[in-house]
């Protein structure tokens, strides 16, 4: 179900304490326009911003940007490990959602994986592969995926559209 924005500004009219509003936002551009049908003070996201850390910088989600915030995670996440592997794993299959799509082998070893390093590392392949196909179509990859046409389906949209 879409989030209901005028039911947000509704509730915005009706009190006087700071309202944040949260749902419907996948892109950059729906933070703007979530404001401005809501009126609300500030905006959340949860799943969009699961997948993609930058949308508030402003960065669209694409098949590049994924990989450059995941070598950013794998970065961070060998400097300062979390204390158990599965909330790596997690963050992955979100960061990498559309690369896991067209690279199902690793998919399935990232899902069987069990320690930190090995999880890293399947990341880390992921990306070297993703890197490739950028430098094969560099125009695709670096297509901005989150809309309804994007040339990839993300994690934010996986339940949100019918299947094909």
């Known amino acids: ?3 209901d924005w ?11 304490i700071p309202v944040v509003s949260n749902g419907g936002v ?8 979530c404001l401005k049908a809501t009126g609300a003070d500030g905006v959340m996201s949860s799943e969009a911003a699961l997948e ?3 949308v508030f910088e402003g960065r669209g989600t694409s098949r590049v940007v994924q990989r450059q915030l995941t070598a950013e995670y794998i970065e961070l996440a060998r400097a ?10 997690a963050h992955l299959f ?10 199902r ?3 399935t070893r990232l899902g069987d994986a069990v320690d930190t390093a090995t999880i890293l590392n399947l990341a880390t392949e992921v990306c070297a592969l993703e890197e490739a196909a950028e430098a094969a179509e560099p125009l ?8 309804e046409h994007g040339p990839y389906l993300t994690w934010y949209r996986r339940h949100r559209v019918p299947p094909a």
Do not use: T
């Open 1 to 3: 179900m879409p989030c």
């Open 6 to 16: 005028e039911a947000i500004a509704a509730v915005k009219r009706a009190v006087d």
């Open 26 to 33: 996948e892109s950059p551009e729906d933070l703007d326009e």
């Open 52 to 54: 993609n850390v930058a």
């Open 80 to 89: 300062h490990p979390p204390r158990c592997a599965s909330v790596v794993k």
């Open 94 to 103: 979100k960061l990498l959602y559309m690369a896991l799509e067209v690279h």
């Open 105 to 107: 082998e690793h998919r």
């Open 140 to 147: 695709k990859m670096r297509a901005r995926c989150d809309h």
